[in-house]
C-alpha cells in the first residue's frame, strides 16, 4: 500500500501538481489494478484541488479544508475507493487563489491488487 504524504507551500496565484515527479503517483504495471483514496488539508482559506486519476476527473475542483495539519484518516478524506488501472498517473493539482503563499498538507494511499 504506496502512501504518498507531504507538506507543501503553494505561491499566490499558482497551480501546481503536487504529486509531480513523485514515485509512486504511476500505478505500476506489473498490477491487476489499485484502489486510490485522496485526503488533504489546507492552512488556510484560499486553496482548490482536484484529484485525477488517468484522464478521469474523479475530484471536481473545489475548496480544501482548513484544518492547518496533515490529514487525518477518516476525518480528512476527500474521495475515496477510485479505481486506477495500470499505468495511470495519479494528479492532485492544487491552486492558491490568495495573494500570499499556503500550505497544502496531503495524503495519497494507493492500495495495489
Do not use: C, H
Request: aromatic share 8%; hydrophobic share 40%; glycine share 8%.
Amino acid at each position: 500500500m504506496p502512501t504518498l504524504q507531504n507538506s507543501v507551500s503553494i505561491a499566490a496565484g499558482v497551480t501546481s501538481d503536487v504529486l509531480s515527479g513523485a514515485l509512486n503517483s504511476i500505478v505500476p504495471p506489473n498490477v491487476r489494478g489499485a484502489s486510490v483514496r485522496y485526503s488533504y488539508t489546507g492552512s488556510a482559506t484560499g486553496l482548490t484541488a482536484e484529484g485525477w486519476v488517468g484522464t478521469r476527473n474523479v475530484i471536481e475542483s473545489g475548496a480544501v479544508s482548513t484544518q492547518n495539519r496533515i490529514p487525518i484518516i477518516p476525518d480528512d478524506i476527500v474521495e475515496q475507493q477510485i479505481p486506477a488501472w495500470p499505468n495511470e498517473r495519479l494528479q492532485l493539482k492544487v491552486t492558491n487563489t490568495t495573494a500570499g503563499a499556503l500550505t497544502f498538507f496531503y495524503r495519497v494511499t494507493v492500495d495495489l491488487y
